[in-house]
């Protein structure tokens, strides 16, 4: 079965810091890994997906991720984090399997303080 | 339509009643998935469309969840008979793909029904 853990339910951070939230996956065959945002009152925008290309994904908004299969890791990052960055984060995997949905994380709420 | 429109946002239902959540997905997605959020928690996949046809619903907690698209547009979750471990957001998406081009495609989300059983 396929999971994911996503370190640290809340991260704070100050503006012009970097932003490291962290993923780690469970999955019994290649993972397609996905970072989500949702802010409040609004649906999931995707932020980046990995689907076996390059490990190293660029997303909207100055996001990226490193996917390190040795480590079974996707963690998000960002070098400066801007106060618009405040949001849930989610952290998703699924497989290659037809019409597999997405296995979520329990999400990181991260703050940006001026 | 633009994106995935759900109604109502917000549902008030007494424990007992029964609620009908509605999803409007992007005109032409062929892939509509149901999800429930609960409070302080990530989506956890309840049911899966292809057009009309319902092809997993494992995701359904119990016989009082049931979903339907008749003409692989518009979706519907009904929950009969409301607990109040079943509030939470319901999330809709929807996708121009389908099997294993999903993943290509991508998905895209509602803003979900927040759903309070009192």
């Known amino acids: 079965a396929q999971s994911v853990t996503q370190l640290g339910s809340h991260v704070s951070v100050s503006e012009g810091a970097l932003v490291l939230l962290r993923c780690n996956y469970s999955?019994?065959?290649?993972?397609?890994l996905f970072w989500y945002v949702q802010y409040p009152n609004q649906g999931l925008q995707l932020l980046l997906k990995?689907?076996?290309?390059?490990?190293l994904v660029k997303g909207i908004n100055g996001f990226e991720a490193e996917f390190k299969k040795s480590e079974t890791s996707f963690h998000l990052t960002k070098p400066s984090a801007h106060m618009s960055d405040a949001a849930e984060y989610f952290c998703?995997?699924?497989?290659?399997?037809?019409?597999?949905?997405?296995?979520f994380g329990k999400g990181t709420t991260l703050s940006v303080s001026s | 339509g633009a994106g995935v429109s759900q109604s109502p946002r917000y549902k008030v239902a007494k424990r007992g009643q029964d609620v009908a959540l509605r999803c409007d997905p992007i005109?032409?997605?062929?892939?509509l998935f149901w999800y429930q959020q609960a409070l302080g928690q990530g989506p956890e996949f309840l049911t899966y469309?292809?057009?009309?046809?319902?092809?997993?619903k494992s995701g359904l907690p119990s016989d009082r969840f049931f979903a339907e698209r008749p003409e692989g547009s518009v979706s519907t979750l009904k929950i009969q008979r409301t607990q109040q471990e079943d509030s939470a957001v319901y999330l809709c998406?929807?996708?121009?793909?389908?099997?294993?081009?999903?993943?290509?495609?991508?998905?895209?989300f509602g803003s979900g029904t927040r759903l309070t059983v009192v």
């Open positions: 998406a929807s996708s121009l793909g389908q099997g294993a081009l999903l993943l290509n495609y991508g998905y895209t």
């Open positions: 469309f292809q057009n009309e046809a319902q092809l997993d």
């Open positions: 998703a995997v699924t497989d290659n399997q037809a019409g597999t949905a997405l296995i």
């Open positions: 005109s032409g997605h062929v892939s």
């Open positions: 999955s019994s065959v290649p993972p397609y």
């Open positions: 990995y689907t076996s290309a390059a490990t």
